[in-house]
């Protein structure tokens, strides 16, 4: 099993670039959820799923929007990329609502410039 | 306030210290608690889990005091590969198990 895989690993844009990032897990898990890390800041929650098809907004969504039309992936994007937008992007994901324990992928360092 | 709190470190210690991490919560309501640990330029890893009655895994004890909202990890006999940032973690239950990450304590452990 890959776990949970993310593409791609390293992105430069420019501010006003669209983009999308990929987050694929093998695991069959129900919720998958996307973070961005920043310096001084703990992981902040962008977006989650609880299922195929379903999406939900977190603590900083503006900005982005996302997508669950696979149950094994989950799609973020960015219509216009701004410079607040530069940070380390991690995908999780966990078998179901009665579990706690998240299982995240390895991470897309994003800069716009 | 930050809703998980943490003193960001570093902790220098050599190898075979013992050094502690404190952690402390705000909303009282949190359900599940966690340590997390992120290597550089890595993802988080699920550490250990922490319970009411304290839990040991080897080397690494963590307490949990409800009462005061506080969580710790005692790492014994510090290992040259226990250098990583350790993130403490509490889970809400919001409907989806929310995860409130706190920002790190970072370790280095030298020779």
């Known amino acids: 099993n890959a776990g949970v895989t993310q593409t791609p690993k390293f992105r430069v844009l420019k501010t006003g670039q669209s983009m999308t990032l990929l987050c694929a897990q093998d695991?069959?898990?129900?919720?998958m959820y996307w973070y961005r890390q920043d310096p001084g800041m703990g992981l902040r929650l962008i977006h989650y799923s609880v299922g195929e098809g379903t999406t939900a907004k977190g603590e900083v969504p503006d900005g982005y929007n996302v997508s669950r039309l696979k149950k094994q992936n989950f799609l973020l994007g960015l219509e216009s990329a701004a410079p607040s937008q530069t940070s380390v992007y991690f995908c999780?994901?966990?078998?179901?609502?009665?579990?706690?324990?998240?299982?995240f992928g390895p991470g897309t360092r994003l800069t716009v410039t | 306030r930050k809703e998980v709190e943490q003193d960001p470190g570093p902790f220098n210690v050599p190898e075979g210290a013992t050094v502690a991490f404190n952690c402390t919560y705000s909303n009282s309501a949190s359900q599940s608690f966690f340590w997390y640990r992120q290597d550089c330029r890595k993802e988080p890893k699920l550490l250990m889990s922490v319970y009411s009655s304290g839990n040991e895994d080897g080397r690494f004890t963590a307490q949990l005091n409800r009462a005061s909202q506080y969580i710790s990890l005692l790492i014994r006999d510090s290992k040259l590969s226990d250098s990583a940032t350790y993130l403490c973690?509490?889970?809400?239950?919001?409907?989806?198990?929310?995860?409130?990450f706190g920002t790190g304590t970072r370790l280095l452990v030298s020779p």
């Open positions: 999780a994901s966990k078998p179901g609502q009665e579990y706690y324990e998240q299982y």
């Open positions: 973690v509490v889970g809400l239950n919001t409907g989806f198990q929310k995860l409130v």
């Open positions: 695991m069959n898990h129900e919720y």
